[in-house]
């Protein structure tokens, strides 16, 4: 599944598996897109968050660091209105487009799949997984809160096969400034990469008589999607972490009719391991939204409010909603947890411990190495040195203003 050449090369380091790698409860319930913690703000505050006035005393609030995080995601509105988290159909992500009238016979299906890889590559995914459509992955019904419409299947223009998953990745020097309008304007220039890699590669399908629809974070849930592509495993925050950008990335989706006889296996390296002694992302979190549990679990504790949640699958559970209340007090999107993990490092130095030494002692290892990762000056907080980096690798000031 992986396009990197730093995986492939690697390979021998990855478990394949012929099953989902996680547990799945009987009794799971196929998730409704309007569960998701941005519904439940739209409809009881009118919108996800608001971002703060420009303030120049505040190193990464200041105009230049505003204007970033506009342009960001007026591009993504300029694309897809402005239902990239909330909606479906829309924009770049539209369901309703003309398809070549006749199928192009691939020689064999695994010419096919390198063939998607490589178009795949050029419209600027990093990685890209193909996977069979699976009811469970995808939501039971789509929900607009712009339009307060809601659809299912039976309204989706056909029956798809595959999806394929692929990952875009987010800049670093942009990251290390989470939280910040800075980082927001990473955020949203990625949320509007996410369309466009996504459209191009439907497009392509399209033109070769396939039918196919882009999916950014509608249609169904992105995370399981891409660890059954193959391209990343599930951690304690919650998001993918892929062997190289570690959860440094956005991922989006194609839905199609073209049927693989072969798909991609899911892949783990160790990540569900390290998460159980490392806890870096939960202890960074401002709101205190990510479980400090030792072990994931199929269903939640009693005390957690599961209701963003899909419920049934083994995993650390998170709390969106306090999440998502941390995003409206700071008038940010966060992501100081993607910051403070140690796979977000562009050369992860502790991969190369973990592979050689993971089998000798691996409990005392992650924990040494999660203090390693913090002695090496890899803080979890806001840090305005990362913003004057960003802006300017000697660090100067940056407002321009003397
Ligand atoms: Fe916590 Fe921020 Fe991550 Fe949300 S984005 S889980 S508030 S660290
Ligand atoms: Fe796992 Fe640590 Fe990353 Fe959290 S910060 S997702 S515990 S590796």
Known sequence: ASTSATEESNAH?????????????DDYQRYHQERTAFHYFYKTKGTPYMPLPPDESKPGFTVI???????GWDLCDRLNGMSSNTGYDVGLYNWDNPTYPQQYPFESK??????????????????????????????????????????????????PKTVIVMAI???????????????????????????????????????LGYKAVASGNDLGMSVPYAMAAGIGE?????????????????LMKVYTDLEFVEYDKPKTFGVRDFCERCKRCSDACPSKAISVADKPSLY???????????????????????CLQYWNDSGTNCGTCVTACPYNKPDFWQHRMIEKMNSLMPGPLHTFMREMDIWFGFGDTFDEKAVAKFWDPAGRKYDGRG
């Open 234 to 250: 599930a951690s304690r925050m919650g998001l993918l972490v892929t062997y190289n950008m570690g959860p440094r990335i956005r």
């Open 110 to 159: 695994e010419l096919a799949a390198n063939v998607i890889k490589r178009a795949a590559r050029t419209f600027g995914a990093n990685l890209v997984g193909i996977t069979r459509q699976d009811d469970r992955w995808d939501y039971a019904s789509f929900y607009d809160a712009i339009k307060n419409e809601t659809k299912t299947w039976d309204d989706f223009p056909f029956k």
């Open 13 to 25: 380091l990855f478990t394949e598996h012929d099953e989902f790698p996680v547990k799945v409860a």
């Open 169 to 207: 990745e987010s800049d670093y020097e942009g990251q290390s400034t989470a939280p910040s309008a800075t980082n927001d304007g990473i955020i949203g220039e990625g949320y509007a990469r996410m369309s466009y890699v996504a459209y191009g590669m439907a497009s392509f399908l399209r033109n």
């Open 65 to 71: 660091d505003s204007a970033l995080a506009g342009a």
């Open 300 to 322: 939640p504790p009693a005390d957690h409010d599961a209701a963003t949640n899909a419920v049934g699958i083994e995993k650390w559970w998170t709390d969106s909603k306090k």
